[in-house]
């Protein structure tokens, strides 16, 4: 395998276009991603768009078991 360019007697450099491949590829990956997930937001957005008028029912009182063991001796 000769990697010695004719003209100046440098060895060839292979690693900028693997490096420049892979930076491509990144970016193509990227635009990919961003429109999947726009997507995927706008059919979120559609679905929900309905419910928006809607008020949420009453929130119930926080009960003694949703506190950690050593908190539940403070209440009494």
Known sequence: ???VNKTNGQPKRLW???VLAGFLLGILLTILWLSWEIKRVKRIR???AGQAGIAPG???PPT???LPMGFRNLQS
């Open 58 to 60: 009453p929130v119930a």
């Open 16 to 18: 900028p276009w693997f």
């Open 1 to 3: 395998m000769n990697n």
């Open 46 to 48: 559609e679905s929900t």
């Open 64 to 66: 003694a078991g949703w």
